[in-house]
């Protein structure tokens, strides 16, 4: 079927390239000699990836559906509704990874300016220390202390 998904992979590969001044075939070589070299490359090439993968599942299901729907009648069987299901999924899916990769390319997006870009930035960057949480019983001295009512235990 085709209604305008091959644009998909296509306009994002066009800002890709547009980006990073460079094919997407050489920035995925780039990437792959020197991963750490660009993090914001490696993450684009990464999700780029994952998004190819998502518009071939989604042209499998199509492809599918198709074949289904050529065999079966006029009203639709249960087969045929779970394929278009399946179609609906894998759109989408696609469409997900797809503003995943527009939002990383978008040096203006939500939450890349701010607070919220510079605890990031932090994050990327390995500042963060430990974890965020203590994983470690707190420190406790060997004697308990008196206890503050002022009435004491026996021993």
């Known amino acids: 079927m085709l209604d305008g998904v091959d644009d998909v992979m296509g306009v994002i590969t066009e800002h890709i390239e547009a980006r990073f001044d460079m094919n997407l075939a050489e920035l995925q070589k780039a990437v792959t000699a020197a991963p750490q070299a660009n993090r914001e490359a490696t993450e684009i090439v990464r999700w780029h990836g994952m998004l190819a993968e998502s518009q071939k ?4 299901t199509e492809d599918e559906l198709v074949a289904v729907l050529e065999t079966q009648p006029i009203e639709l069987g249960d087969r045929a509704m779970a394929m278009a299901h399946r179609v609906n999924m894998a ?6 990874r797809a503003m995943v990769v527009q939002w990383l390319l978008d040096p203006t997006a939500y939450g890349k300016q701010g607070l ?8 990327s960057r390995g500042a963060r220390q430990g974890p965020a949480v203590q994983t470690s019983a707190p420190f406790r001295p060997a004697t308990a202390p008196e206890p503050a009512s002022g009435r004491r235990f026996l021993r």
């Open 57 to 60: 599942a989604l042209e499998r």
């Open 91 to 96: 759109v989408t899916a696609r469409n997900g």
């Open 116 to 123: 919220a870009a510079e605890r990031l930035a932090r994050l």
